[in-house]
Each structure stands twice: as C-alpha cells, then as structure tokens.
C-alpha cells in the first residue's frame, strides 16, 4: 500500500461533544480530485509549467485552496458527493482507487463541527482521524496510486449551526526604524 499524507487547512483533536445543534442537518460534501504532474523532466529543469485546472474546480472555489496547497501542474475533478446527517449519525462516500470515506459528524461547538472520519479498504479500515472543522474550513487527504497520480479528497461541512465568520486580525504598527549613521570605512578600503 502507498502512502496516505494528511493536509490539514483547519486542524484540532475531538476531546469532548456536546448536545448543541445535535438534530439539525449538516451537509458533508467530498470531492475527489486526480492530481499529477504533467512533465517530470519539465519539473526537473525548473522550467515554469503551467496549470491547467478542471473549470468545475473554479466554481466551487476549491482551485484557489489547492494552488495555496499543492504544486502539481493539472487537476481534474473526478466525483463530487454530498449527504446530509446530523450529530451522531455517519454516511460513507466511496472515493476514486477503491477506498471508502466514512464520516460521522459528533458535535458542534464554538462554530466548529466535531467528526470521525475512517478510511476503508475493502472490509480492513487503513485510517481513523478524530477532527475538528471550523465552519468554512476544508480538510484534505492525498493518496498516491501510481508514481504520478495522486487523489485528493477534499472534505468540507455547512449546517445553520455552522457559520463561516471573517477573521480580522490586528496587524501591529511596527516601530519607528532610528536612522542609521554611516559607519567609517577604514584607509584601506576604498569605496566603489
């Protein structure tokens, strides 16, 4: 078996659920994307190859998160999948490559949904991640299938109780810089 690697663009351990927004649906949607280099020797040399993207990927937004990402130079869109559930219920996906996604959303707090996820291969789980996804957040896993084909499942959450809030960040005002005075050259060092 290959690799999994696990990118992770909101992250945190499930500790503790609770009760709230328990019966209200949550929309788990999973979208699975073929990824792969399209010139190795390209790569190589450090030539500049350009991307090419599956235009369904633009309409969804997801493009831009896996320019932030990734540096393959295609990305096709292979399935896009969406199921309904809610707190302590599961649906499963099956996903490019044979595998099976399970994913149980537990809980939701402070704007964050709490979930399970497992892998499957066959009837042989190969992955279990306790998560915790902040509302507007995406997790991705990336599955290597052949030396240059790789699948990124793409998981992502809404629900009412579930509300994607725009963070502002202060950005402190950086100090005022003292100038700087000429430092003497020695004789011997004549300048430019």
Same mark, same amino acid.
């Given at each position: &078996?290959?690799?999994?690697?696990?990118?992770?663009?909101?992250?945190?351990?499930?500790?503790?659920?609770?009760?709230?927004?328990?019966?209200?649906?949550?929309?788990?949607?999973?979208?699975?994307?073929?990824?792969?280099?399209?010139?190795?020797?390209?790569?190589?040399?450090?030539?500049?190859?350009?991307?090419? &993207?599956?235009?369904?990927?633009?309409?969804?937004? *997801?493009?831009?998160? *896996?320019?932030?990402?990734?540096?393959?130079?295609?990305?096709?869109?292979? #399935?896009?999948?969406?199921?309904?559930?809610?707190?302590?219920?599961?649906?499963?996906?099956?996903? =490019?490559?044979?595998?099976?996604?399970?994913?149980?959303? *537990?809980?939701?707090?402070?704007?964050? *949904?709490?979930?399970?996820?497992? &892998?499957?291969?066959?009837?042989?789980?190969?992955?279990?991640?306790?998560?915790?996804?902040?509302?507007?957040?995406?997790?991705?896993?990336?599955?290597?299938?052949?030396?240059? #084909?790789?699948?990124?499942?793409?998981?992502?959450?809404?629900?009412?109780?579930?509300?994607?809030?725009?963070?502002?960040?202060?950005? =402190?005002?950086? =100090?005022?810089?003292?100038?700087?005075?000429?430092?003497?050259?020695?004789?011997?060092?004549?300048?430019?």
């Amino acid at each position: &078996m290959l690799p999994l690697w696990i990118a992770a663009i909101s992250v945190g351990i499930v500790y503790a659920a609770s009760d709230a927004g328990r019966d209200q649906p949550i929309k788990i949607q999973v979208e699975s994307i073929q990824a792969r280099y399209a010139d190795t020797s390209a790569v190589a040399l450090r030539r500049s190859v350009p991307v090419r &993207m599956d235009p369904r990927l633009n309409q969804s937004g *997801l493009s831009d998160r *896996l320019r932030l990402m990734f540096d393959y130079s295609e990305y096709q869109l292979v #399935r896009r999948q969406s199921a309904n559930s809610t707190c302590g219920g599961a649906v499963a996906f099956n996903l =490019p490559g044979g595998h099976i996604l399970h994913v149980a959303p *537990l809980a939701v707090e402070d704007n964050e *949904l709490a979930m399970d996820l497992a &892998m499957f291969e066959g009837d042989r789980m190969i992955m279990r991640l306790p998560f915790r996804l902040s509302a507007g957040g995406m997790l991705m896993l990336v599955d290597q299938h052949a030396p240059n #084909r790789f699948y990124i499942t793409a998981i992502s959450a809404e629900g009412p109780q579930l509300r994607p809030q725009a963070s502002v960040v202060p950005v =402190p005002q950086m =100090p005022a810089i003292p100038p700087v005075e000429p430092i003497p050259l020695p004789a011997f060092i004549q300048p430019w």
